[in-house]
């Protein structure tokens, strides 16, 4: 059976398992490797090793770190080797990459035994997982000798290769992880947590992409993703989701307790008597923001079918400077949870302060790279967090060489900033950075100079919807054949086929929920928004932020706990990173002269 470290807290009464499980499966479940330790540490101390393994267990990992480490000092190979994994490795575990790194930097390696090689190995995936290098941990777990591996560490580097290859958004791949995996599984809890998990990796496929690997997958994954088809119905109504869901011939892979258990992962994820805080301002500049994503928490509240919605308590927030003292009321209140602020100075008074005294999921981000207080964690549609993401889509079109065109002032050069980074990090070389004019009509010398460069691939295009009208069809009269890919911000969320179609061709990144027209999920856009569907609203996608973040709240402390942790969220893939950030693997998005789908970057 796999060890989880997560604190369970039960879901309902009849469900033996948490949420808090069910995301600690998606990350992999992080487990010690146990089979040989005993012989490699037979000559170290038997007390004072136990007085380390006592303080990891109890959660004092700053110690137990400087026990294996201490220990390590008097001992010789391979026992010293096998002390400073295990310090590496309790490090990690409470998200201290910088001491986990410092400490496999003194690891020898050529005097690691093989088992400790593979430790070695899947200890920096998942220090990889969480620096956020997904292709790092891949290529680490791809180094390692799975045929040699006893059962207990082939079932933790599947884990932690579906975790790694759903964060490299490979979705088809870490599908194929979770299969091999479900093989592995004796536990019958087990297996049906890595069945939640493949469908919810699966439900990251856009329709089209489900549809295709339905009728040509070969193997089990063409019966699963006829289950993940019917998945994306599960809001809707889940008595009737579970009954068509038996019906499916398919279901012969699931176990029993599938279906609920999926329904279950979509929820709320509170426990009975949990109360949450909402901090937004009903007044001010951001009033109309925060009321769309007011309309959000609510609706997911609504459509919470586990019997154990929270209390919500919406509390004005409009006077910023009041922040701290209206937290402290709240916790006074009895809060479990935390929901905002808002505004961003809002957010620095509380990364400035001590701890905080429970989750508390901000709905901006800070402008700092400080490590923030304990359970303060940051979500925010941030256009950064698109630019870097629309260059993963373009890495996974298989391009190597794009340049850049941004406009002049802060925002331009931020974005632009984000893609060169990710797209570097990822192995692509940039050939041109070009600034233009945004007052300007017409851009002739800047995408002249372009596309000046002969191996240019793809053109990312940091531009607004009204920008975008001008400067996409003068790179396409330049160059046919040329990608150009942007973020939400050309996307005005209706498709205007009068001006639109001379889009055609342009992809972009945008949240799930603005993509998907088809959904009857209660929580999708069209239901959700009912007459206002087909009318544009630049606040539309703070809805489906509201709903996430309802969801997401009491799954913080899971979400942080695992490297690669993720839930299927309508704004994304979401993850945290190593400072508590809520990141997002967004949807693609690609304009045609009929309209704007989801597309498969694979595909392209």
């Not at 990796?201 to 088809?229: K, M, N, V, Y």
Request: proline share 5%; with cysteine.
């Amino acid at each position: 059976m796999l060890k989880n470290r997560v604190h369970r807290r039960r879901l309902s009464s009849s469900i033996a398992w948490s949420i808090a499980s069910i995301l600690a499966m998606l990350a992999g479940c992080a487990v010690v490797p146990t089979h040989d330790t005993g012989q490699l540490l037979a000559s170290v101390p038997s007390d004072a090793l136990a007085s380390a393994e006592r303080l990891a267990a109890q959660g004092q990992a700053d110690a137990a770190v400087a026990a294996y480490l201490q220990l390590a000092e008097n001992a010789v190979p391979p026992a010293r080797e096998q002390l400073r994994l295990q310090a590496a490795r309790t490090a990690l575990s409470t998200g201290n990459t910088q001491t986990a790194q410092q400490t496999i930097a003194q690891i020898e390696r050529t005097g690691l035994t093989p088992g400790q090689r593979e430790q070695m190995l899947l200890l920096e995936a998942d220090l990889a997982l969480l620096d956020g290098r997904p292709h790092d941990a891949i290529a680490r777990l791809q180094a390692m000798q799975p045929r040699a591996l006893p059962t207990d560490l082939k079932i933790q580097r599947l884990g932690t290769l579906a975790a790694a290859q759903r964060l490299a958004q490979q979705p088809v791949a870490a599908a194929d992880s979770l299969i091999a995996l479900d093989r592995l599984l004796g536990d019958e809890s087990a297996r049906l947590l890595n069945q939640v998990s493949l469908l919810s990796t699966l439900s990251a496929l856009s329709a089209d992409e489900l549809e295709h690997l339905a009728r040509t997958g070969r193997g089990p994954i063409r019966g699963w993703a006829e289950l993940a088809q019917l998945a994306r119905t599960a809001g809707a109504d889940p008595v009737e989701f579970e009954q068509r869901f038996r019906a499916q011939s398919a279901a012969r892979l699931a176990r029993p307790g599938l279906a609920r258990a999926y329904v279950e992962m979509l929820s709320g994820g509170y426990a009975a008597g949990d109360r949450v805080a909402v901090l937004l301002p009903s007044s001010g500049r951001f009033a109309g923001a925060a009321n769309a994503i007011k309309e959000g928490i609510e609706a997911a509240s609504r459509a919470d079918r586990t019997g154990q919605r929270p209390r919500l308590e919406f509390i004005d927030s409009s006077d910023a400077a009041r922040v701290r003292a209206l937290y402290s009321e709240a916790i006074s209140g009895g809060a479990t949870q935390v929901i905002g602020p808002l505004q961003k100075v809002s957010v620095d008074a509380l990364a400035d302060g001590p701890a905080l005294a429970v989750p508390t999921l901000a709905l901006n981000q800070t402008t700092s790279d400080r490590q923030p207080p304990k359970n303060l964690f940051q979500f925010a549609l941030s256009p950064e967090n698109e630019a870097a993401d629309a260059a993963t889509k373009a890495a996974a079109m298989d391009l190597k060489h794009a340049a850049i065109l941004y406009p002049e002032g802060p925002w331009g050069e931020r974005l632009a900033h984000a893609f060169r980074d990710q797209w570097r990090r990822l192995g692509g070389t940039v050939t041109a950075q070009i600034r233009y004019d945004p007052t300007a009509s017409t851009h002739p010398n800047a995408i002249a100079e372009l596309l000046d460069t002969a191996n240019t691939e793809i053109v990312f295009l940091v531009a607004t919807n009204e920008l975008a009208h001008k400067l996409f069809p003068q790179i396409r009269l330049a160059s046919s054949q040329i990608t150009v890919i942007s973020t939400s911000h050309v996307y005005s969320g209706v498709f205007d086929a009068g001006q639109d179609q001379a889009l055609a061709g342009l992809y972009f990144v945008d949240v799930p929920w603005m993509l998907d027209d088809s959904a009857e999920d209660t929580l999708s856009r069209r239901r959700l928004n009912g007459d206002s569907f087909t009318v544009a609203d630049p606040l539309a996608r703070l809805s489906a932020m509201g709903i996430d973040a309802y969801r997401i709240a009491p799954r913080l402390p899971a979400l942080a706990q695992s490297a690669g942790s993720y839930y299927p969220g309508q704004t994304g893939g979401l993850s945290l990173d190593a400072l508590g950030r809520v990141q997002r693997q967004l949807a693609l998005g690609r304009f045609s002269t009929s309209g704007v789908s989801a597309v498969s970057a694979a595909a392209h």
